[in-house]
């Protein structure tokens, strides 16, 4: 499995979605500057972080990870690698887990992008507040959010990641799903739907009351979608092989 981890983390270098992830991050701090633009009163850096936090999750990440995972996956496809891997032999549900296990990676490593772009725009324009104590307690809740906000989607990911040319679908099935969030959060639901338990987690108090969350039904969500996600990784397996015999049985 760390043989696996290293040569995806190789990979990555030549894979410009990355790229796209950081792109993303910097779009969702961007708009949540000129959004706080027509608030009134002078924004702080830890209302300011709160709001980046809600519109990644809500609006950009859960399909932006999605993406990412798919697009590793896809390309063993159509770089016409994955026979080659699977006659190694390494089997593809290991080669699925290493693939999510780096996504994971990822979801950490975005946090961070996200939180320099969140310090810089605050710098920029002045924002009060920005101190070493609010910049550690920003950070921690965006390597939390976007890691519960992973863990949401991990099904979605190895589902559409078995099947050849699905992972798209499930990208805009991952938007859906994550703005969904919005409305479940504002009644009540954010211990309970999967997208926004990690709000629970991190303790997430802008214009809210505290003592909010529940955090065993968190906790409770938190483990249904681990156990899902372990099931389908266990079942998992190249279906696009299936959808090809098919296709020329139909055929024949």
């Not at 896809?74 to 080659?84: A, H, I, M, V």
């Not at 699925?96 to 946090?111: E, H, N, Q, R, T």
């Not at 065993?216 to 279906?239: K, P, S």
């Amino acid at each position: 499995m760390a043989r696996l981890i290293k040569t995806e983390l190789w990979k990555l270098k030549r894979y410009s979605v990355i790229w796209i992830g950081i792109a993303t991050m910097l779009s969702v701090v961007l708009l949540t500057c000129f959004m706080e633009m027509g608030t009134p009163g002078t924004p702080t850096f830890s209302s300011f972080s709160d709001n980046v936090i809600w519109n990644s999750f809500s609006l950009i990440f859960p399909a932006t990870i999605v993406l990412i995972a798919g697009y590793m996956i896809e390309r063993e496809r159509t770089d016409d690698t994955l026979k080659n891997i699977m006659a190694i032999p390494v089997s593809f549900r290991s080669l699925l887990l290493g693939k999510v296990f780096v996504c994971g990676m990822i979801s950490v490593f975005l946090a961070v992008v996200e939180l320099l772009f969140t310090a810089l725009i605050s710098l920029f324009s002045r924002y009060e507040g920005i101190a070493l104590g609010s910049v550690m307690r920003s950070l921690a809740q965006m390597v939390g959010m976007n890691c519960f906000v992973f863990i949401s989607v991990l099904p979605v990911i190895v589902f559409t990641g078995q099947r050849a040319g699905a992972f798209m679908t499930g990208v805009a099935f991952a938007f859906f799903y994550g703005f969904i969030g919005t409305f479940a959060s504002g009644h009540g639901l954010s211990c309970l739907y999967p997208v926004t338990i990690g709000l629970g987690f991190i303790n997430y108090q802008n214009g809210m009351e505290v003592g909010t969350y529940n955090i065993f039904r968190c906790v409770v969500v938190l483990l249904i979608m681990l156990v899902i996600t372990a099931v389908m990784l266990l079942l998992a397996q190249d279906r696009s092989k299936t959808q090809k015999i098919k296709g020329k049985g139909d055929i024949q």
